[in-house]
């Protein structure tokens, strides 16, 4: 009798898995500085949406008051050798990889002194010099390219990685498995984050999503994935730095899903009447990365709420200084329009 395929074939190997992330044990130093950088990207972004409704930003603008700890947590795991991309809620990802609020403001205002001259504005920032590669506003072709970004570090063996985001709505597209697959194959330096908001562009991820635990989606292609509160920094950082270790010992890809949420709509033209004012006070009330911080800083005796208030009126006094500069800053020259611009021909 014929043997059956099952029992002909060999058992599989044990996979190997990335160590249980850690809440980070974080220094008073680290503390202050986590909290001043999600403080400074909250109130960045406040100002935009005032900007924004009195006509000052125009196009879309997609806002990232709620996911700060996703981004400052990250960011602070990685070298100056590493590359980061992202979609178009780019703008708190900008001020995490260290680029001038100034510079980013003025781009949101369409300005020549804007990150990439005024010609990006909201939803393609851009600086090869910060490691940052965008920006990208068509929904997850940020993730092709990020595993593009990981073969480059590959194959020219600088030790940089990658640090590809994408939202949840992003992670049912085709693209993002074709890139699991080939970076696995290839064992690319790649870090996977979904930022999974929970809504997408106005769908909940439960409604969408047959396999809503996002970070098994890698497990056919034998990415392996671990599930992150990403409303808690000290939580990403901790996930942050598991994931760095593997990238950089070789292993490949791995997948990180963020569990956050943003408070306001998926853009400035969005009511977000698909969930409650109820659900997004809750939210706030119990979860905010922000308030979370504030509380460790406090328990840890890293500062008292004077101190807290120094830093907030700092904050305030940058994004301030970043509004003026970006309002008075001038537009870009009117042959600006055929620079940077790749021209092709056809035979």
């Known amino acids: 009798m014929a043997k059956s395929a099952a029992a002909a074939s060999p058992p599989s190997p044990v996979r190997e898995r990335p160590a249980e992330p850690k809440r980070y044990s974080a220094s008073n130093d680290d503390l202050l500085a986590f909290y001043r950088e999600m403080l400074l990207i909250r109130r960045f972004e406040e100002r935009a949406g005032q900007m924004y409704g009195m006509g000052l930003i125009g196009g879309f603008c997609h806002l990232y008051i709620g996911q700060e700890a996703v981004v400052t947590g990250v960011q602070s795991a990685l070298a100056k050798t590493d590359s980061v991309i992202t979609g178009y809620r780019d703008h708190g990802h900008m001020i995490a990889a260290g680029i001038d609020p100034r510079a980013v403001m003025a781009e949101l205002t369409g300005r020549a002194a804007g990150i990439s001259k005024g010609k990006g504005g909201s939803m393609h920032m851009f600086s090869v010099e910060h490691g940052f590669y965008g920006g990208h506003g068509i929904v997850a072709a940020q993730v092709p390219l990020g595993t593009g970004l990981g073969f480059a570090h590959k194959y020219k063996g600088d030790g940089g990685l990658a640090v ?68 808690d920094v000290l939580a990403v950082r901790g996930a942050a730095d598991v994931a760095v270790e593997w990238v950089r010992a070789g292993k490949g890809p791995i997948l990180l899903e963020m569990k956050t949420y943003r408070y306001r709509g998926h853009s400035m033209s969005d009511p ?47 994004v301030a200084d970043a509004a003026d500069f970006a309002e008075s800053a001038p537009e870009p020259a009117a042959d600006e329009l055929f620079t940077d611009v790749l021209v092709g021909t056809y035979a």
């Not at 890139?179 to 769908?203: C, D, H, R």
């Not at 006070?281 to 979860?287: F, I, K, Q, Y």
């Not at 979370?292 to 008292?304: E, R, V």
């Open 272 to 318: 977000a009447k698909y969930r409650s004012r109820e659900e997004v006070a809750a939210m706030r009330e119990r979860s905010d990365p922000i308030e979370h911080c504030k509380k460790d800083i406090l328990a840890a005796g890293a500062a008292d709420e004077a101190k807290l208030k120094t830093i907030e009126q700092e904050v305030r006094a940058v």
């Open 164 to 231: 590809t985001y994408f939202g949840d709505g992003a992670a049912n597209q085709g693209q993002v498995y074709e890139s699991f697959n080939m970076a696995e194959l290839w064992k690319l330096p790649v870090i996977y984050v979904i930022e999974n908001n929970q809504y997408a562009m106005g769908t909940s991820v439960n409604r969408s999503s047959s396999e809503d635990q996002l970070y098994r989606r890698g497990e056919s292609f034998r990415v392996p994935g671990i599930q992150v509160d990403g409303m």
